[in-house]
């Protein structure tokens, strides 16, 4: 880990250090905005999470999988048919 990332990692801890402050003393003086803006953040973030998720999920591109090869042994092998398919499998 270099010395730019140990900066970063501090200054975030710091960050969220002043805001857990500011939330406390908004709590502790009874103002509306203490609660109103993290739950309005969360809520934002919730629901824009679930719009990418709505939208990847609209827009993938997906191919059907071809149909499974039958192998047929020939006759005096010993065997009488060996399926590829995975409905074979988990039967």
């Known amino acids: 880990m270099n010395q730019a990332s140990r900066i970063q990692g501090w200054a975030i801890c710091a960050a969220a250090g002043l805001l857990?402050?500011?939330?406390?003393?908004?709590?502790?003086?009874?103002?509306y905005w203490a609660i109103a803006l993290p739950v309005a953040i969360l809520t934002l973030f919730v629901l824009g999470l679930a719009s990418w998720v709505g939208y990847?999920?609209?827009?993938?591109?997906?191919?059907?999988?071809p149909a499974p090869e039958v192998l047929v042994a020939e006759p005096g092998e010993g065997s009488q048919e060996v399926?590829?398919?995975?409905?074979?499998e988990s039967a």
């Open 56 to 65: 990847t999920i609209a827009t993938i591109q997906v191919e059907a999988d």
């Open 20 to 31: 857990a402050l500011t939330f406390i003393v908004g709590i502790l003086n009874g103002s």
């Open 83 to 88: 399926s590829t398919s995975r409905s074979s």
